[in-house]
């Protein structure tokens, strides 16, 4: 067994929108530092935790966590469509170990995933299909959430049955840091909008675009300091950042729901998908963060990090 993990922001803008130059090398240098520290590990296995932001996963039956045995893209934002190459046997070994250890995920035998789960895949393998990949799905978009508690527990069980693997595996945590696009919220969701998030599957062509123009229209009008969502926040981001490096993550269990939110955005919940990984990781011993970049970027509504780190 050995373990390696890479987190990272994701954003569906890195596909769709042209940042200046300067900001996008600084994030394409994060990621080549990422992917050589992949490519060096060169795992057989990935285990990722990412969000879902309503494509896969609806209000008529929403897991606080979910293992897919077989998963499918969506392909929205660009991001590559199709199946990926999951190897479900694995993916139900380690449902059942995540189970004894008393917790109730849910399994999918064809989970729906969006660009949370394929971005970092995209980024570090050029394509969903090029590693076996058991998918674990985090919500992180739509209340209620599991206590922070209860994400790391999920972590360590995972990490506990990877510790019994005779493979290396590359965990993966997508998603954060602060940030607070325009995805709709339940409790405020006009009817057209409480209908999608209540069961929004294979939307049409048109009602995609309409969606996600939607988001790119916000991120252009974020970037000039005229949109209406909440300012990114690179002190709550670093203060993060600065506890997932001490590995002191109990500390997390204090975060509750409506302060992350309140501090850092709707969608900042995406760090639960750091929290699981990193506690899967802390699982096989005492880890060290090896490369960190964080850059607050309105043009990609994300307080944007990326991590890799391995066990001392
Ligand atoms: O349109 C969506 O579903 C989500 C958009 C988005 C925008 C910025 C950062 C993210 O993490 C997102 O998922
Ligand atoms: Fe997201």
Same mark, same amino acid.
């Given at each position: 067994?050995?373990?390696?993990?890479v987190?990272?922001?994701h954003?569906p803008?890195?596909?769709?929108?042209?940042?200046?130059e300067e900001?996008?090398d600084d994030?394409? @240098? #994060?990621?080549?530092?990422a992917?050589?520290?992949?490519e060096?590990f060169d795992p057989d +296995?990935? =285990?990722? *935790?990412?969000?879902d932001?309503?494509?896969?996963f609806?209000?008529?039956l929403?897991p606080p966590?979910c293992?897919?045995y077989?998963a499918?893209?969506?392909?929205?934002y660009?991001s590559?469509?199709g199946?990926?190459?999951?190897?479900?046997?694995?993916?139900k070994d380690l449902?059942?170990a995540?189970i004894?250890?008393?917790?109730d @995920? #849910?399994?999918?035998?064809k989970?729906e995933?969006d660009?949370?789960a394929?971005?970092? +895949?995209? =980024?570090? *393998?050029?394509?969903i299909a090029?590693?076996?990949?058991?998918?674990?799905f985090?919500n992180?978009v739509a209340?209620?959430f599991?206590s922070?508690?209860?994400v790391?527990q999920?972590g360590?069980?995972?990490g506990n049955y990877?510790?019994?693997l005779?493979?290396?595996?590359?965990?993966?945590?997508?998603?954060?840091l602060?940030?607070d696009?325009?995805?709709?919220q339940i409790a405020?969701?006009?009817?057209e909008q409480?209908a999608? +998030?209540l069961n929004?599957?294979?939307?049409?062509?048109?009602a995609r675009n309409a969606?996600?123009?939607r988001?790119?229209?916000?991120a252009?009008?974020?970037a000039?300091?005229?949109?209406n969502?909440m300012?990114?926040?690179p002190e709550?981001?670093r203060e993060f950042?600065?506890i997932i490096?001490?590995?002191?993550l109990?500390?997390?269990?204090?975060?509750?729901?409506?302060?992350?939110?309140a501090?850092a955005?709707?969608s900042?919940h995406?760090?639960r998908n750091?929290?699981?990984?990193?506690?899967a990781?802390?699982?096989?011993?005492?880890?060290?963060v090896?490369?960190?970049?964080?850059r607050p970027?309105?043009?990609f509504i994300?307080?944007?990090?990326?991590?890799?780190?391995?066990v001392?």
């Amino acid at each position: 067994m050995t373990l390696a993990l890479v987190c990272m922001s994701h954003s569906p803008l890195l596909e769709v929108t042209a940042p200046p130059e300067e900001i996008q090398d600084d994030v394409d @240098a #994060a990621f080549a530092v990422a992917r050589k520290f992949v490519e060096d590990f060169d795992p057989d +296995l990935v =285990v990722s *935790f990412a969000p879902d932001h309503y494509n896969g996963f609806f209000y008529e039956l929403m897991p606080p966590f979910c293992i897919g045995y077989e998963a499918l893209s969506v392909g929205d934002y660009g991001s590559e469509e199709g199946p990926l190459n999951v190897p479900t046997h694995i993916a139900k070994d380690l449902a059942q170990a995540v189970i004894d250890a008393d917790l109730d @995920a #849910a399994i999918s035998l064809k989970m729906e995933i969006d660009h949370g789960a394929v971005q970092p +895949l995209e =980024v570090l *393998f050029g394509s969903i299909a090029a590693k076996p990949v058991v998918p674990i799905f985090v919500n992180s978009v739509a209340p209620p959430f599991a206590s922070m508690r209860r994400v790391r527990q999920l972590g360590t069980a995972v990490g506990n049955y990877l510790k019994t693997l005779d493979q290396k595996v590359l965990i993966i945590g997508s998603g954060g840091l602060s940030h607070d696009p325009p995805v709709p919220q339940i409790a405020t969701a006009t009817t057209e909008q409480k209908a999608m +998030l209540l069961n929004g599957r294979h939307p049409t062509a048109a009602a995609r675009n309409a969606r996600q123009q939607r988001v790119i229209d916000t991120a252009a009008a974020f970037a000039k300091g005229e949109a209406n969502i909440m300012d990114l926040n690179p002190e709550w981001d670093r203060e993060f950042l600065a506890i997932i490096a001490s590995g002191d993550l109990e500390k997390l269990d204090t975060w509750t729901a409506t302060e992350m939110a309140a501090a850092a955005g709707n969608s900042a919940h995406e760090v639960r998908n750091w929290v699981a990984a990193y506690n899967a990781l802390a699982a096989a011993g005492d880890y060290r963060v090896t490369s960190e970049y964080y850059r607050p970027i309105p043009e990609f509504i994300a307080g944007f990090g990326v991590t890799t780190a391995m066990v001392k």
